[in-house]
């Protein structure tokens, strides 16, 4: 069984909207959504402020580049246009494939320019950190660590506090 770690973030148009066409898209794939937090944009400034969420997702059938076409076809989904300008610029949907775990249920690693795993930027990232830590409390992210580590001490803490958790925004989960 393949799972993967999703990573999505919306600040154009209906962002609320994008992040549940994302879910949606995922279905019977969908085995967890965390909760969603409002974030400052990173790496280009110069834009709306970001809601973020984390999605655990699974598929016996699933490589790790299946969760990637997955990944693109969610952002197609959402009307996603890709400025080569503005690398971390707007968008409509964003969706990262964070880290996949394979049938032997070890973390994938490579270092293919298309997929990289884990994702190189991911422990810098509270936004992703933060979500994932409400799916997985004692989650670790291959090759950097324990989650609550990363968000405390590593890179990422220092944007914590930029963190708003979006209580009154839910996506939703298989149960």
């Given amino acids: 069984m393949s799972r993967a770690v999703l990573s999505l973030g919306s600040n154009l148009g209906d962002r609320i909207a994008n ?16 909760g969603v937090y409002e974030t400052p944009p990173w790496g280009d400034t110069d ?12 598929d016996p059938e699933a490589g790790p580049h299946d969760w990637l076409t ?9 009307d996603r246009v890709r400025d080569p300008q503005r690398r971390f610029g707007p968008r409509t949907l964003d969706v990262d494939v964070i880290t996949v775990w ?21 422990h810098l990232r509270a936004f992703v950190l933060r979500p994932w830590i409400d799916l997985q409390p004692y989650g670790e992210l291959p ?5 609550t580590d990363l968000l405390t001490n590593g890179p990422a803490a220092a ?8 209580p009154d925004l839910a996506l939703e989960s298989r149960t």
């Avoid at 834009?47 to 699974?58: K, S």
């Avoid at 997955?70 to 959402?78: K, M, T, Y």
């Fill in 19 to 34: 992040l549940r066409t994302a879910v949606r898209l995922f279905g019977d794939h969908l085995l967890m959504a965390s």
């Fill in 47 to 58: 834009q709306p402020a970001y809601l973020n969420a984390v999605l655990l997702v699974a």
């Fill in 70 to 78: 997955r990944a693109q076809a969610a952002e197609r989904a959402a």
């Fill in 102 to 122: 394979g049938d032997d249920d070890e973390p994938v690693i490579s270092d293919d320019p298309e997929l990289t795993l884990p994702h190189p930027r991911a």
């Fill in 143 to 147: 090759g950097h660590g324990w989650l």
């Fill in 159 to 166: 944007e914590v506090a930029e963190l708003r958790p979006r």
